[in-house]
């Protein structure tokens, strides 16, 4: 253990700028604890508060958090796979060596509720009301249809992923495959679980160790999100309100005051950020996500007003930043989406 210690402190005095400081905490962890998952890989943000980013070819899909809040542990946004989310809860274990008491859904969309049963009933499952009453209100339509399309789509892109020989597109076909298998496995044994505490604004979570506040928006990825922060150590876990490297999913959500959320996350001077989907990031992907919608927004309504056709826009069309960002098989839909919206908005 000693010798693992001097050689992690000569590399990053040697190599290491700080962006990689984080690679080799992961690395070290996972060489301590002798466990990895093959869904996600753990980052620890401050002494306690770690995410869990999901990795190429696993069942994890979204991001999600676990905070020690002394003796007792959360779990924030459990992933879509119950065999993601019994990893999940080996780790938030081994992590903190305190049960997980609370498990936080940040809203309704199936990649961020489906692993509640492997917490509940120990653990108490949070939500806003309003994401409560979407999830059983979509669940059971959602899974009844996933049956039916979803061995096509994972169908689909394998074939996509096996023809295809651009590093770039095999790795977003690789984005998708891992979404379909990841349902398609976990579909027969995905079994509901409500949130059973919700809360309308806001609540604050006590611990002897830190406490963390949940804060409820309307109309922003969804009807309804949430955001985890963990005050005194500018942290926040934005479910999906946040993407960060990757396209949003536009098209559940409200552009204009999904910006206005945006801002007031951004006034929170946040230094590390756990998106919804991709890496760990800062305030400034904060800012490149109301850019996008604003972007997104400027280029589809300048097309309707030239009388041009908006289905041809192309990640190309998008402004330097985004051209190169994942999941952009979700364009053509954020497309479509966006071009009603604007229509709504002109009549
Ligand atoms: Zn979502």
Not at 205 to 223: P, S
Not at 235 to 249: A, E, S, Y
Not at 271 to 279: A, D, I
Request: aromatic share 10%; glycine share 6%; with cysteine.
């Amino acid at each position: 253990m000693q010798s693992f210690r001097n050689l992690r402190f000569t590399v990053t005095r040697m190599v290491c700028p700080k962006w990689c400081l984080l690679g080799i905490w992961v690395v070290f962890w996972h060489a301590q604890s002798g466990w990895a998952s093959r869904h996600f890989k753990i980052e620890k943000l401050s002494d306690g508060v770690y995410a869990a980013i999901h990795i190429e070819g696993g069942d994890a899909i979204c991001n999600a958090g676990i905070v020690d809040l002394g003796e007792k542990t959360l779990v924030f946004d459990p992933f879509i796979s119950p065999l993601a989310a019994h990893d999940l809860l080996k780790a938030a274990q081994r992590l903190t060596g305190s049960p997980v008491v609370y498990v936080v859904n940040s809203h309704f969309h199936n990649d961020h509720i489906r692993g509640n049963q492997v917490f509940a009933p120990g653990a108490t499952v949070i939500a806003t009301s309003r994401t409560r009453s979407l999830i059983a209100q979509h669940e059971p339509r959602a899974l009844e249809a996933e049956k039916h399309y979803v061995p096509k789509q994972l169908e689909k892109f394998t074939a996509a992923y096996n023809k295809s020989h651009d590093a770039k597109e095999k790795t977003e076909f690789a984005l998708m495959v891992d979404y379909y298998r990841a349902l398609s496995e976990s579909i027969p044994h995905v079994q509901t679980v409500l949130p059973v505490l919700t809360f309308e604004k806001e609540l604050t979570l006590y611990g002897t160790r830190r406490n963390v506040r949940l804060v409820a928006f309307e109309k922003g990825h969804t009807e309804s999100d949430l955001i985890m922060v963990v005050p005194g150590e500018e942290i926040v876990f934005t479910g999906d309100l946040l993407f960060i490297d990757g396209h949003p999913w536009l098209a559940d959500g409200f552009p204009e005051s999904w910006i206005d959320i945006l801002k007031v996350i951004r006034g929170m001077n946040p230094t590390k950020v756990v998106p919804g989907h991709g890496p760990v990031g800062s305030h400034a992907d904060i800012d490149n996500m109301i850019h996008y919608i604003q972007s997104l927004e400027h280029l589809i309504r300048q097309r309707i007003q030239e009388g041009r056709n908006v289905d041809t826009i192309s990640p190309r069309d998008m402004p330097k930043p985004f051209k190169h960002w994942h999941f952009h098989t979700f364009l053509p839909m954020n497309v479509r989406f966006m071009a009603d919206h604007i229509r709504k908005d002109l009549k």
